[in-house]
Structure formats: structure tokens, C-alpha cells
């Protein structure tokens, strides 16, 4: 990121605040860091807000930058719904103070995180030894995705029906914070949105707890899937490690580990290169399938990575 291209960023921002230029059309005008968001609040908002996602198809959040043209439609923007992701860690502290009247509401407030490089150690009972904890970013204020006991925490708490549950709480709070003449529609549509988190989960177990002992594993290049992993009792087998390709020997052990575990299918996303993974496939007579954790479609993802996880362990 280049000094450069922060100030043109900040400089349009400033701009499009004191010109009172924006983006919002009909309902209150928020912003969402990555898609998956965007389908809670407008879940909870419907037509009262008018929801803009930073992160779009293909871009990854642990990277990106905001554009001159979204910082310039944030300075009318009514509220932030952040998650942790990467990229808040720097820019909504910037955000925040060009635009001071924007209310930031941390949406994974309460979740307790799970360590990244933790997520693949499971026992029998389904939990992970030595968890981080995340005790949450308030309202204009702004979490951190380390922990000085346990390294960088795993920011994809949408991943699983828990989390979800949790980021639907704390999305309708805060519409209702910023709209509260319409408390009664947000919480309305919540009840309906959990009851839908339910359905999801319901489908979600009848996919995978009959899945035996021995099949339980998966092998993904990036490690997304560490809260769905756990709250399923899953073991996720990661082939990257700390944000990097394997070195040769870590790509050797990763071969021999899923030989061992017979694995069949390498899971993938579309915001990382596969090369790693396709030698890892060829070495072991498996394939590569694609799960995008950052799609819109929040039911549909998840229902989908179920299937395709117990598909891949028959």
C-alpha cells in the first residue's frame, strides 16, 4: 500500500463528505466488509437500508484496499458492519475519523476465536485445545486478529451456524441503534433470519453426523473452515501455512498426511492460487473442488460445503 494511494483515498473521502456526495438511494445507507454480510443485513434491513459490500468477487479481505470511489461513497454512509477481517485492522480506524458520525458496530462481538494455526488439533469431544479469545470490538472501536498466546485468530466467524447467530444479533442491534423508529421490523426479521440459521444447521447435521470416525477429515488449501470444522466435529487439514505456500518439506508431510487419511478431495477458493493444491491431488490420486467462502448466498454456501464435505469422505 503506498502512502500515495492512501492520501488520494482520504483526499476523496474528505471531498465526497464535505460535497455531500454519496451513494444511498432509498433506506439508510451502510456498508458491509465482505458479500456474506451483505445477505444478513439485508435480511434484517430489507428495504430500510441500502447495503454496500467492500470486498467483491475475487478480492480477498486478508489484502484488500478500499477504492478512491468507496471511500468517497463511506462519507455518507450511516453505519459500518464489520466482522474482523484483515484489511478493518488498518482502514476502519481511517474510515472512522474522516467520517466521525459513521457508527461502526463490531458484528462479531462475543464470538470467542479460534486460533488459525489451532484449527486442525480436534478431540474426541469435538473441541479445540487452547482457543484465543476475542473479547470484541464496541461500537466505534476496533478489534485486533491476534492474540499474544495463541497467534493470529481465525477472522471467519460467518462460517458457521454459531457465529451466524451471533452476527444476527449484533447486525439487528445496530440497525436498531441507527434507525430505531423501525425496532420492531429488525427484530421481526431476525426471528425469521434465526429460524432460517436453524433450518440450515438441521441440514447441516443430517449431511455429516453420520459420517464415521475415520472420514471426519478434510483437506482445504486455505484454512476457512475452522469454525464450521468445530462446531461439527470435522478436522480441517490445512495446506498453508501462516499465510504462505508450504515449503517443501511442510508439502511432503501434508502428501503423506492425506495418503494416510485417504483423502479424495482438496478443497479450494477462488481467492487463492490452487497450484500447491493440484500437486498435492496429482500426488495423491485425489481432486480439486472449489468452496468460496465469501459467497452471498449464505444458506446455499454452507448447505453446499456440507454435501461436498460428506460427498468427499464416501
Given at each position: 500500500?503506498?502512502?500515495?494511494?492512501?492520501?488520494?483515498?482520504v483526499v476523496a473521502f474528505c471531498l465526497a463528505a464535505t460535497m455531500g456526495v454519496g451513494t444511498a438511494r432509498a433506506g439508510t445507507?451502510?456498508?458491509?466488509?465482505?458479500?456474506?454480510?451483505?445477505?444478513?443485513?439485508?435480511?434484517?434491513?430489507?428495504?430500510?437500508?441500502?447495503?454496500?459490500?467492500?470486498?467483491?468477487?475475487?478480492?480477498?479481505?486478508?489484502?484488500?484496499?478500499?477504492?478512491?470511489?468507496?471511500?468517497?461513497?463511506?462519507?455518507?454512509?450511516?453505519?459500518?458492519?464489520?466482522?474482523?477481517?484483515?484489511?478493518?485492522?488498518?482502514?476502519?480506524?481511517?474510515?472512522?475519523?474522516?467520517?466521525?458520525?459513521?457508527?461502526?458496530?463490531?458484528?462479531?462481538?462475543?464470538?470467542?476465536?479460534?486460533?488459525?494455526?489451532?484449527?486442525?488439533?480436534?478431540?474426541?469431544?469435538?473441541?479445540d485445545h487452547g482457543h484465543g479469545h476475542d473479547h470484541g470490538a464496541a461500537e466505534h472501536g476496533h478489534g485486533h486478529d491476534h492474540?499474544?498466546?495463541?497467534?493470529?485468530?481465525?477472522?471467519?466467524?460467518?462460517?458457521?451456524?454459531?457465529?451466524?447467530?451471533?452476527?444476527?444479533?449484533?447486525?439487528?442491534?445496530?440497525?436498531?441503534?441507527?434507525?430505531?423508529?423501525?425496532?420492531?421490523?429488525y427484530r421481526a426479521n431476525t426471528d425469521a433470519l434465526l429460524g432460517e440459521i436453524d433450518s440450515v444447521d438441521a441440514d447441516i447435521?443430517?449431511?455429516?453426523?453420520?459420517?464415521?470416525?475415520?472420514?471426519?477429515?478434510?483437506?482445504?488449501?486455505?484454512?476457512?473452515?475452522?469454525?464450521?470444522?468445530?462446531?461439527?466435529?470435522?478436522?480441517?487439514?490445512?495446506?498453508?501455512?501462516?499465510?504462505?505456500?508450504?515449503?517443501?518439506?511442510?508439502?511432503?508431510?501434508?502428501?503423506?498426511?492425506?495418503?494416510?487419511?485417504?483423502?479424495?478431495?482438496?478443497?479450494?477458493?477462488?481467492?487463492?492460487?490452487?497450484?500447491?493444491?493440484?500437486?498435492?491431488?496429482?500426488?495423491?490420486?485425489?481432486?480439486?473442488?472449489?468452496?468460496?467462502?465469501?459467497?452471498?448466498?449464505?444458506?446455499?454456501?454452507?448447505?453446499?460445503?456440507?454435501?461436498?464435505?460428506?460427498?468427499?469422505?464416501?
Open positions: 500500500m503506498t502512502t500515495k494511494r492512501i492520501l488520494l483515498a445507507s451502510v456498508f458491509v466488509s465482505i458479500l456474506p454480510q451483505k445477505y444478513f443485513v439485508e435480511k434484517i434491513a430489507g428495504d430500510l437500508a441500502e447495503v454496500s459490500v467492500l470486498v467483491m468477487p475475487g478480492a480477498s479481505p486478508h489484502t484488500y484496499e478500499p477504492t478512491p470511489r468507496q471511500m468517497a461513497a463511506l462519507a455518507t454512509a450511516k453505519a459500518y458492519f464489520s466482522i474482523g477481517v484483515t484489511f478493518e485492522e488498518v482502514w476502519l480506524p481511517r474510515i472512522n475519523s474522516a467520517n466521525p458520525s459513521l457508527r461502526i458496530v463490531a458484528t462479531a462481538r462475543g464470538i470467542e476465536k479460534l486460533p488459525m494455526d489451532a484449527h486442525h488439533h480436534h478431540d474426541d469431544e469435538g473441541h492474540d499474544h498466546d495463541h497467534g493470529i485468530l481465525d477472522p471467519h466467524v460467518w462460517l458457521s451456524p454459531d457465529g451466524a447467530r451471533v452476527l444476527a444479533a449484533n447486525t439487528r442491534d445496530g440497525l436498531i441503534k441507527v434507525d430505531p423508529g423501525n425496532e420492531a421490523v447435521r443430517a449431511l455429516l453426523d453420520g459420517l464415521p470416525e475415520d472420514r471426519r477429515s478434510f483437506m482445504v488449501f486455505h484454512p476457512s473452515w475452522g469454525y464450521f470444522a468445530h462446531q461439527y466435529g470435522l478436522t480441517q487439514i490445512p495446506i498453508e501455512v501462516a499465510g504462505r505456500e508450504p515449503s517443501p518439506k511442510g508439502l511432503s508431510e501434508v502428501i503423506e498426511q492425506g495418503r494416510a487419511l485417504g483423502i479424495r478431495v482438496i478443497f479450494v477458493q477462488p481467492q487463492f492460487s490452487e497450484r500447491s493444491a493440484r500437486v498435492i491431488a496429482t500426488e495423491i490420486g485425489a481432486r480439486t473442488a472449489v468452496l468460496d467462502p465469501l459467497a452471498e448466498d449464505w444458506p446455499a454456501s454452507m448447505r453446499d460445503t456440507a454435501r461436498a464435505i460428506a460427498d468427499a469422505a464416501r
